[in-house]
């Protein structure tokens, strides 16, 4: 794998910068942007930026490449599956908060309308 997702000469350094510190900020992005009830498409523009810092603290810190296509992308890529998770599961929550007489959660991330709603 050292090569394909990360360039650093161990894993850990990818998942400590990528995973927990870069996920943990696109989650609260996530969370963020769906607080606000601003649509997905921002979300994507917030991590796309955030996949820049991430690569920067990589270059910065470890000495990996700073201008590298092939790791931007695997860190973006990383950070929005976390950021569209935490976007997911906070409007899940919200949706079946505040519209409770119309929708129930149906699992951490999907909602669904309830059946008396359906009916009325």
Do not use: C, N
Not at 1 to 30: D, K, R
Not at 47 to 66: D, N, Q
Not at 84 to 113: C, K, V
């Amino acid at each position: 794998m050292q090569g394909i997702l990360y360039e650093e000469p161990s894993i850990w350094l990818f998942l400590l910068i990528t995973v927990i510190m870069g996920g943990w900020a696109a989650w609260m992005t996530g969370r963020a942007i769906a607080l606000t009830w601003r649509p997905f498409w921002t979300l994507i523009v917030y991590l796309f930026i955030l996949g820049a810092a991430v690569r920067f603290i990589h270059f910065a810190l470890f000495g990996g490449t700073l201008l590298s296509v092939h790791y931007y992308a695997v860190d973006t890529i990383v950070l929005l599956i976390i950021g569209a998770l935490g976007f997911q599961y906070r409007r899940a929550r919200m949706m079946t908060t505040q519209y409770r007489w119309l929708y129930e959660r149906t699992g951490p991330f999907s909602w669904r309308e309830k059946a008396s709603a359906a009916k009325g």
